[in-house]
């Protein structure tokens, strides 16, 4: 049984997130938590609890969120039928993240799965500040949806990484539980300043190779590119259908979302994207 947290503002992209993942697990037991958390902004908080009961701003605020996440659950019963999924709603009066905490924690989530929102480019997707919060934030597999995806099959996966730590099994295993669904092939791509593997990369490497074993997959080198630059340069050769990246140091993670402000985070991706942390 799988328990995928999906938050929802009730948006086309994240309404397509929930398609994606339904589709992505459709073979799996599943059990979706369908998040949406609100506050009225409009108001300070304290002025809120002590006004609440006398405008019933709260409740209505409740209420359309209660009424939202219904719509949406007999939607996808509608649309999907499927036995092997269920669906649990959960309007929290809270923020995002503090929130998502709490419930991987409480529910035990094996994925958050989120849309991701705007463009500034026919091929760029921004990431709006709630899902590059998410993804970093969160100590639990996470994965990005952009925009207007359609679900396609897994067939060729891209897991960008530099070899830096020693994978263990719990930061592999949502890796290989979603590229068993199709038995996609994983390539495994490391970018490179000419510089020769250390014995520590290559331990890694190894590692990897182990995990992996079960599952087609191969290694590819690529020198003097950025990140960014070798994973577009890679799409233009292969098309693939997910793009995996552990989450294991600021230098090679973080670095990618931070070289603009936070809320203008641009970053050339049109395929889903698998955000892995590396504490369990």
């Known amino acids: 049984m799988k328990n995928i947290l999906v938050p929802t503002d009730f948006s086309k992209n994240s309404w397509n997130a929930i398609t994606y993942v339904l589709q992505l697990f459709k073979h799996e037991d599943s059990k979706l938590y369908l998040l949406n958390t609100y506050t009225p902004t409009v108001y300070h908080i304290e002025y809120v609890l002590r006004k609440s009961a006398q405008f019933g701003m709260y409740n209505v ?7 939202e996440l219904n719509y949406f659950k007999t939607r996808i019963e509608k649309e999907f039928n499927n036995p092997k999924h269920t669906i649990e709603t959960i309007a929290a009066y ?17 994925y958050v799965v989120m849309g991701t929102k705007g463009a500034t480019g026919a091929k760029e997707i921004l990431f ?9 934030d969160v100590n639990c597999p996470v994965l990005a949806i952009p925009n207007n995806f359609e679900f396609e099959p897994l067939h060729e996966v891209l897991f960008t990484t530099d070899y830096g730590i020693s994978y263990k099994p719990y930061q592999i295993k949502p890796i290989i539980d979603i590229i068993s669904l199709t038995n996609a092939r994983v390539n495994i791509l490391h970018l490179t300043y000419g510089y020769d593997l250390s014995e520590f990369q290559k331990r890694n490497k190894k590692i990897l ?6 599952l087609i997959h ?9 990140v960014e630059e070798g994973i577009t340069n890679f799409q233009l050769k292969t098309r ?7 989450k294991n140091k600021r230098s090679f993670f973080e670095n ?3 070289k603009n402000t936070i809320n203008q985070i641009g970053f050339h991706l049109n395929v889903p ?8």
Do not use: C, W, Y
Request: no cysteine; glycine share 4%; proline share 5%.
């Open 256 to 258: 990618l979302f931070f």
């Open 240 to 246: 693939i259908n997910l793009l995996v990246m552990l």
């Open 209 to 214: 190779d182990g995990h992996f074993k079960k």
């Open 94 to 110: 809270n923020s995002l993240v503090p929130e998502i905490k709490t419930i991987v924690e409480d529910k035990r989530i094996d």
């Open 128 to 136: 709006g500040s709630n899902t590059v919060h998410v993804l970093t």
């Open 218 to 226: 191969f290694f590819h080198n690529v020198s003097n590119q950025t």
């Open 273 to 280: 994207f698998l955000v892995i942390p590396t504490l369990p």
């Open 61 to 67: 605020v409740r209420e359309n969120a209660l009424n």
